[in-house]
């Protein structure tokens, strides 16, 4: 394990809070691959089983040949396969103890729980592949005399010597296997409603698979590690195809200001860093989606599904406190962040989605960036001026690659003023229940935004798609994957405003120039990512001919 880190540049470090932290050895420029591993188990959601290779979990390229790009298992007919080496691999790590269970419950129609549901479904499937894997190898550990230590970059040089005598693939399926074995379990967290149903799901798969070296009781601990533990794959886009177990990735510690951000190729996952960060600084993700909540509801989710307080330096910052902290620099960005969750807490009350919904249809029917008189009403006028402000504030800085010293900075000067309106308004007019930095604004707008592009408004399209841009660039990190996708199709909104002229080309451009360099630090250039930043290239591209022919 150690020695896996360490060639990665990382290792783990106990901590008295969260157990245990993942320490960078090196100093990692922001857009870093910080780490890659592969999963213990995963498994496709059920939409997606017939379009992604059931192994591999890539969709196999086109190819010209009449053949359909997927083949399934001769025998069970229900797994799909892009090659015969992902069928093969699959068959010796689970398939060929499980394509005849699929075959019986198929007979039986017995492939749902009695609790039908399918989050049950994907439980009792990872279950499966996870203990047979494990099985197995607790199996050879007994048989064989590999310690779990043997990879220490401490060990001497005739014991590195043993160790390289095991191939490649066993030394990545030990550190896998143990860092699983290692993980916690948070069983006395869980309610005795859960255990119940795990306990239904382990006596299914134990009926079906009966193991040597894993007990019933064992799998019912597995089903607690996953709860608390298991990934949702999403592709380039966002987009969730499927749920991994990748106990190299749980080494990484949540925290509602994250370093880094986690995507996928396929079954790889990869951790990128999102912030520059310093030798001996902890790396984090964020377990949810913490921008588009306040701090008392991402501490209940947190609680709930991870079993943890979080105690990340977001959170522990006092509002009370915000204006008497100290503006060393090291504080400075905790009370921006603070800030943000301040202002979030005031727009964290409920909201009329009709009101919403209104408005939005007002906004975009404007053709003008003046409101007219006729139209002029306090809330239209209220998203207006803030998320003008936001822009003109925030976009000078996405611009040029500036340090996130500056951006935040400048993000520090809009929320003194934006807290400050908030308040304000809040006491001069009650009926102003609309907030701007709610779950439900930023869900309804990016739903009409959505609609717009599909009915291909393009010029009401991209006002919507700038409102929107400036709520994100105040709540989310400023190298995030949903800020990168949402400016590329921003900029292809403005692209395809034809009647907008050469303002709106010219913007376009900027817009996709800036989309360009946030891409290569989110998605960058590994085999599925890199289409993405193809496709904004070559936008790129057509707009600037297009503007030297305008
Ligand atoms: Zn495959
Ligand atoms: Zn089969
Ligand atoms: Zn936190």
Same mark, same amino acid.
């Given at each position: 394990?150690?020695?896996?880190?360490?060639?990665?540049?990382?290792?783990l470090e106990s901590n008295p809070i969260s157990y245990r932290s993942l320490i960078s050895l090196r100093h990692i420029p922001k857009g870093t691959t910080v780490m890659?591993?592969?999963?213990?188990?995963?498994?496709?959601?059920?939409?997606?089983?017939?379009?992604?290779?059931?192994?591999?979990?890539?969709?196999?390229?086109?190819?010209?040949?009449?053949?359909?790009?997927?083949?399934?298992?001769?025998?069970?007919?229900?797994?799909?396969?892009?090659?015969?080496?992902?069928?093969?691999?699959?068959?010796?790590?689970?398939?060929?103890?499980?394509?005849?269970?699929?075959?019986?419950?198929?007979?039986?129609?017995?492939?749902?729980?009695?609790?039908?549901?399918?989050?049950?479904?994907?439980?009792?499937?990872?279950?499966?592949?996870?203990?047979?894997?494990?099985?197995?190898?607790?199996?050879?550990?007994?048989?064989?005399?590999?310690?779990?230590?043997?990879?220490?970059?401490?060990?001497?040089?005739?014991?590195?010597?043993?160790?390289?005598?095991?191939?490649?693939?066993?030394?990545?399926?030990?550190?896998?296997?143990?860092?699983?074995l290692s993980l916690m379990s948070h069983r006395e967290n869980l309610t005795s409603d859960q255990i119940e149903k795990y306990k239904i799901i382990a006596e299914r798969?134990?009926?079906?698979?009966?193991? !040597?070296?894993?007990?019933? +009781? $064992? #799998? &019912? %601990?597995?089903?607690? /590690?996953?709860?608390?533990?298991?990934?949702?794959?999403?592709?380039?886009?966002?987009?969730?195809?499927?749920?991994?177990?990748?106990?190299?990735?749980?080494?990484?510690?949540?925290?509602?200001?994250?370093?880094?951000?986690?995507?996928?190729?396929?079954?790889?996952?990869?951790?990128?860093?999102?912030?520059?960060?310093?030798?001996?600084?902890?790396?984090?993700?964020?377990?949810?989606?913490?921008?588009?909540?306040?701090?008392?509801?991402?501490?209940?989710?947190?609680?709930?599904?991870?079993?943890?307080?979080?105690?990340?330096?977001?959170?522990?910052?006092?509002?009370?406190?915000?204006?008497?902290?100290?503006?060393?620099?090291?504080?400075?960005?905790?009370?921006?962040?603070?800030?943000?969750?301040?202002?979030?807490?005031?727009?964290?009350?409920?909201? !009329?989605?009709?009101?919403? +919904? $209104? #408005? &939005? %249809?007002?906004?975009? /029917?404007?053709?003008?960036?003046?409101?007219?008189?006729?139209?002029?009403?306090?809330?239209?006028?209220?998203?207006?001026?803030?998320?003008?402000?936001?822009?003109?504030?925030?976009?000078?800085?996405?611009?040029?690659?500036?340090?996130?010293?500056?951006?935040?900075?400048?993000?520090?000067?809009?929320?003194n003023y934006l807290l400050s309106k908030v308040v304000v308004e809040k006491e001069e007019e009650e009926k102003n229940t609309f907030k701007l930095f709610s779950t439900?604004?930023?869900?309804?707008?990016?739903?009409?935004?959505?609609?717009?592009?599909?009915?291909?408004?393009?010029?009401?399209?991209?006002?919507?798609?700038?409102?929107?841009?400036?709520?994100?660039?105040?709540?989310?990190?400023?190298?995030?994957?949903?800020?990168?996708?949402?400016?590329?199709?921003?900029? !292809?909104?403005?692209?395809? +405003?034809?009647?907008?002229?050469?303002?709106?080309?010219?913007?376009?451009?900027?817009?996709?120039?800036?989309?360009?360099?946030?891409?290569?630090?989110?998605?960058?250039?590994?085999?599925?990512?890199?289409?993405?930043?193809?496709?904004?290239?070559?936008?790129?591209?057509?707009?600037?001919?297009?503007?030297?022919?305008?």
């Amino acid at each position: 394990m150690e020695s896996f880190l360490f060639d990665h540049y990382l290792k783990l470090e106990s901590n008295p809070i969260s157990y245990r932290s993942l320490i960078s050895l090196r100093h990692i420029p922001k857009g870093t691959t910080v780490m890659y591993s592969y999963p213990l188990a995963c498994l496709l959601i059920q939409s997606t089983i017939k379009t992604y290779c059931n192994q591999c979990l890539k969709i196999p390229s086109l190819t010209t040949s009449s053949s359909p790009p997927l083949q399934a298992c001769s025998k069970c007919k229900q797994i799909f396969y892009c090659s015969v080496s992902c069928q093969k691999k699959s068959w010796t790590l689970h398939h060929k103890k499980l394509c005849s269970i699929y075959i019986s419950k198929k007979e039986k129609d017995d492939s749902n729980l009695d609790i039908n549901n399918n989050i049950n479904k994907m439980d009792e499937e990872i279950l499966r592949r996870v203990s047979l894997r494990i099985d197995k190898y607790l199996e050879k550990k007994s048989t064989s005399n590999f310690s779990s230590s043997s990879f220490s970059p401490l060990e001497t040089g005739k014991e590195r010597e043993k160790g390289k005598e095991i191939n490649e693939n066993e030394r990545i399926n030990q550190v896998i296997c143990e860092a699983f074995l290692s993980l916690m379990s948070h069983r006395e967290n869980l309610t005795s409603d859960q255990i119940e149903k795990y306990k239904i799901i382990a006596e299914r798969v134990w009926s079906d698979l009966k193991f !040597k070296n894993i007990s019933q +009781d $064992d #799998l &019912i %601990k597995y089903l607690c /590690k996953f709860s608390c533990n298991n990934f949702q794959l999403h592709d380039n886009q966002l987009f969730t195809y499927g749920e991994g177990v990748y106990p190299v990735g749980s080494f990484i510690n949540h925290s509602c200001h994250p370093n880094s951000i986690v995507m996928y190729e396929g079954e790889k996952q990869i951790i990128k860093s999102i912030e520059d960060i310093d030798a001996e600084e902890e790396i984090t993700i964020s377990y949810i989606d913490a921008a588009v909540m306040n701090r008392t509801s991402r501490k209940n989710i947190l609680k709930e599904k991870y079993c943890f307080d979080c105690q990340c330096s977001r959170c522990l910052v006092n509002f009370i406190n915000i204006e008497k902290n100290k503006f060393n620099n090291k504080n400075k960005f905790k009370i921006t962040l603070a800030k943000i969750d301040q202002l979030m807490e005031k727009g964290s009350e409920d909201i !009329k989605e009709e009101i919403i +919904d $209104d #408005l &939005i %249809k007002n906004w975009s /029917k404007m053709n003008n960036s003046k409101i007219e008189s006729s139209l002029i009403n306090n809330q239209i006028y209220f998203i207006y001026s803030k998320t003008s402000f936001i822009l003109s504030s925030l976009l000078p800085h996405l611009r040029e690659d500036t340090l996130r010293s500056s951006y935040l900075h400048s993000l520090d000067n809009l929320l003194n003023y934006l807290l400050s309106k908030v308040v304000v308004e809040k006491e001069e007019e009650e009926k102003n229940t609309f907030k701007l930095f709610s779950t439900t604004t930023i869900s309804i707008m990016t739903k009409y935004f959505y609609n717009l592009i599909d009915a291909q408004r393009w010029h009401e399209s991209w006002k919507l798609g700038k409102l929107i841009l400036g709520i994100y660039l105040v709540i989310y990190p400023r190298y995030h994957p949903i800020i990168t996708l949402h400016l590329f199709t921003l900029g !292809k909104c403005m692209w395809n +405003d034809l009647e907008g002229g050469k303002d709106v080309i010219k913007e376009a451009i900027d817009i996709l120039k800036i989309s360009k360099k946030s891409i290569t630090i989110t998605h960058g250039d590994g085999e599925n990512n890199k289409i993405v930043l193809n496709d904004v290239i070559e936008l790129l591209g057509m707009a600037e001919k297009e503007l030297k022919n305008l």
